[in-house]
């Protein structure tokens, strides 16, 4: 059984850090393009950040890019987001979700057009102004 567990959110400071992880078990780790997005209250789902384990290839939003950094660790199927620098608009859900690339040149690529065949439950970040 495939499954994506999310760890990490909770409530901080805007300027604050936060890192979330995403377990991730029943598959082949390194096969798969792992992905953050986000769910704010009222607002459509957003991809945050994605990785491709086997590489290292990573991709960013333009509104997180220099203040999150997305990082796997292949010993514990495990894939990081660093969040720096947090501010109130990026409260939100935080969702880890995994792709098995159709392009297997570009996994994360992939991802975005093919859409994510797993997803996790979730971890909620809240920003404080």
């Known amino acids: 059984e495939v499954q994506l567990v999310e760890s990490g959110g909770g409530l901080v400071q805007a300027g604050g850090s936060l890192r979330l992880s995403c377990v991730a078990s029943?598959?082949?780790?390194?096969?798969?393009?792992i992905g953050w997005y986000r769910q704010a209250p009222g607002k459509e789902r957003e991809g945050v950040s994605c990785i491709s384990p086997s590489d290292g290839t990573t991709d960013y939003a333009g509104s997180v890019k220099g203040r999150f950094t997305i990082s796997s660790d292949k010993s514990k199927n495990t894939v990081y987001l660093q969040m720096n620098s947090l501010k109130p608009e990026d409260t939100a859900v935080y969702y880890c979700?995994?792709?098995?690339?159709?392009?297997?040149?570009?996994?994360?690529?992939?991802?975005?057009?093919?859409?994510?065949?797993?997803w996790g439950k979730g971890t909620l970040v809240t920003v404080s102004s």
């Open positions: 979700a995994a792709h098995l690339p159709n392009i297997p040149e570009a996994p994360c690529a992939s991802s975005y057009y093919y859409g994510m065949d797993h």
């Open positions: 029943g598959f082949t780790f390194e096969d798969y393009a």
